[in-house]
């Protein structure tokens, strides 16, 4: 009965290691990522840039910014429960809103190839105006990847990002564009939707064999843009 038990026990465990495996670098150091954002965040967070300097709460609740994990509208809910919200009022006629990642463990000093895809869902239709440009055509959707921490830097009287990611319908050094908001549908309700590099990008890691992927919207739309990203893939391989 002891050793039956003993044997259990060691089964148990056995399934558990299985189940919490986590898929490290290859040999030739290249990683894949595929994280879904149904039950979490996945170790991803969020942030904005391209506003002024907000001094005081009423200037905060003028732009609504927000970021969280939420439960997706009810018409896109039968696919996936949950998603990474994220929302801002554009009264800056230029706002980043973005999502990003550290990855470790790859090839210190290294040319990486990244391609990123990305699920989403959006309430923005083909042909739709808004106060300076559509909310579908005039959002633009970008990923990329940095050797550092993208981050919003206070310059002066407003908040820009510390790396290239070009400016609203134009691709950066460390970003670019892949598409816009629009959905697919003939309604203003959610839909999903995907959009992808069309290449690779080349980044090269730091000296700890690290860089942070970034997925992000670049608005010339001045209204209310809510947004979530449902799932994010990254394939990325050493430059041979």
Request: glycine share 10%.
């Amino acid at each position: 009965m002891k050793m039956q038990s003993s044997l259990l026990s060691s089964l148990f465990l056995l399934l558990l290691l299985n189940a919490c495996k986590v898929e490290g670098p290859s040999p030739d150091g290249s990683t894949k990522i595929d994280d879904s954002f149904a039950q979490g965040l996945a170790g991803w967070k969020a942030g904005f840039s391209d506003h002024p300097k907000l001094n005081n709460k009423q200037d905060s609740s003028l732009y609504e910014l927000g970021a969280k994990w939420a439960k997706l509208p009810s018409e896109i809910s039968g696919e996936q429960q949950g998603g990474f919200e994220i929302k801002g009022h554009n009264r800056s006629d230029d706002l980043f809103m973005f999502i990003t990642k550290k990855v470790t463990n790859l090839r210190p000093n290294t040319t990486y190839q990244v391609q990123m895809e990305l699920v989403m869902a959006s309430d923005a239709i083909k042909g739709s105006v808004g106060i300076g440009g559509s909310p579908a055509e005039s959002v633009y959707v970008k990923t990329g990847a940095f050797d550092q921490e993208p981050k919003p830097v206070l310059n002066t009287v407003d908040w820009r990002m510390n790396l290239d990611k070009g400016e609203q319908s134009q691709s950066g050094q460390h970003m670019k564009v892949i598409g816009d908001l629009v959905n697919g549908g003939t309604q203003e309700k959610y839909r999903v939707f995907s959009r992808k590099l069309s290449s690779a990008l080349e980044i090269k890691t730091n000296a700890q064999g690290e860089l942070w992927l970034i997925a992000g919207s670049d608005s010339g739309y001045e209204g209310l843009t809510k947004l979530y990203y449902l799932r994010v893939k990254a394939d990325l391989k050493v430059r041979e």
